[in-house]
Nanobody
Framework: QVQLVESGGGLVQAGGSLRLSCAAS????????MGWFRQAPGKERECVTT????????YYVDSIKGRFTISRDNVKNTVYLQMNSLKPEDTAVYYC???????????????WGQGTQVTVSS
């Protein structure tokens, strides 16, 4: 079992950057695959990026490749999402999630944070 808390969201101009953090409770953080998902108003929740337990296997959705970077620190029990060159279409609530296996679909993730709002203005 793990509890997740996201932070770092906010309002930013197009072309700007934000760094999201997801702090996990407990001592089993390194056992989980981690993912960042986002959901815009009226749209389905989509997987943005995932990272394996050791950080060696990473997936990015095509729309953010080259702009976003996921990383994790298993000592600090934290996963990060560095977002650069932000676009208005990146506006969404961003969620951190944990899974016992690799996947890019919401059904594979057992634990979720409360979400943090990211708004990109033009």
């Amino acid at each position: 079992q793990v509890q997740l808390v996201e932070s770092g969201g906010g309002l930013v101009q197009a072309g700007g950057s934000l760094r999201l953090s997801c702090a996990a409770s407990g001592r089993t953080f390194s056992s989980y695959y981690m993912g960042w998902f986002r959901q815009a108003p009226g749209k389905e929740r989509e997987c943005v990026t995932t990272i394996s337990r050791n950080g060696w296997s990473i997936y990015y959705v095509d729309s953010i490749k080259g702009r976003f970077t996921i990383s994790r620190d298993n000592v600090k029990n934290t996963v990060y999402l560095q977002m650069n060159s932000l676009k208005p279409e990146d506006t969404a609530v961003y969620y951190c999630a944990a899974s016992n296996s690799f996947g890019a679909t919401t059904d594979r993730y057992d634990y979720w944070g409360q979400g943090t709002q990211v708004t990109v203005s033009s």
